[in-house]
């Protein structure tokens, strides 16, 4: 039996998560960290387990759990904050490239249920693998009924 919770329990969880949240602790500055960047919306600090030297995490002040959750006026400044922070990445360390990367939800690596994007500097023979092998093989008509179902569901977002 599915049991639905009133909004004030869901309120209540909420908060309780964010209390625990390691990044909101941050954010409070209960728990030091390397700030890079900072302002009313959110903050940029060196992750303290680096996949290349320089790797930053990026997120908003406020919890969101996940980056659908996240409102679009604070995603456009987090892009541009982002977009800042790869120059100074490039100027900083002169690597190669930069990675930017948002692990939506535990399936697709997320491991705190606080939204962030992972801004980390790239040089060569650093490691780091993102190739995405393709596990699906589709021909023509496969991708037209796929394009088509999702466009049919864009209508509705």
Sequence with gaps: MEQTLS????QKRIE???QNC???????KEISSHIIFEDDLCMAILDINPATKGHMLLFPKEHYMMFPMVPDEILSHI????K????LLMASFNPIDVTIFIANGKAAGQL???FMMHIIPRYENDG????????EHLNIAELE????????????V
């Design 79 to 82: 892009s541009i904050i982002s």
């Design 145 to 156: 009924d796929l394009a088509k179902k999702m466009k049919e569901k864009l209508s509705n």
């Design 7 to 10: 909004e004030q329990e869901i």
């Design 16 to 18: 309780l998560m964010k």
């Design 84 to 87: 800042h922070l790869c120059d």
């Design 112 to 114: 705190t249920q606080h």
């Design 128 to 135: 780091i693998n993102f190739d995405i092998d393709s596990k």
């Design 22 to 28: 390691i990044f909101c602790k941050i954010i409070k």
